[in-house]
Nanobody
Framework: QVQLVESGGGLVQPGGSLRLSCAAS????????MGWYRQAPGKQRELVAH???????SYADSVKGRFTISRDSAKNTVYLRMNSLKPEDTAVYYC???????????WGQGTQVTVSS
């Protein structure tokens, strides 16, 4: 089992920045990749950024150049640095940990990010 705890959400003005954190505990050795997803009201959950155990990263087109995913292996924590935030980035952000064998996804409780003036 893997437990994920997110933090760092909040209210920010357009153009501002936030950093989200996701601390993993439990069977962290089994994690193959981690990611950040978001879900806005009335919309489906979408992948925002992804990082593999090897350190490869990928991003949704809508956040490329503005968001950066990173990890601190010593702290078992993954971060999402969000710059130049836009109102359309407003959503609940969820941390995900993916185990490939056997296949299983773990989710955090979510953290609200609101971009508004």
């Amino acid at each position: 089992q893997v437990q994920l705890v997110e933090s760092g959400g909040g209210l920010v003005q357009p153009g501002g920045s936030l950093r989200l954190s996701c601390a993993a505990s439990g069977s962290i050795f089994s994690i193959n990749a981690m990611g950040w997803y978001r879900q806005a009201p009335g919309k489906q959950r979408e992948l925002v950024a992804h990082i593999t155990s090897g350190g490869s990263t990928s991003y949704a087109d809508s956040v490329k150049g503005r968001f950066t995913i990173s990890r601190d292996s010593a702290k078992n924590t993954v971060y999402l640095r969000m710059n130049s935030l836009k109102p359309e980035d407003t959503a609940v952000y969820y941390c995900n940990a993916a185990v490939f064998t056997p296949q299983k996804d773990y989710w955090g409780q979510g953290t609200q990010v609101t971009v508004s003036s």
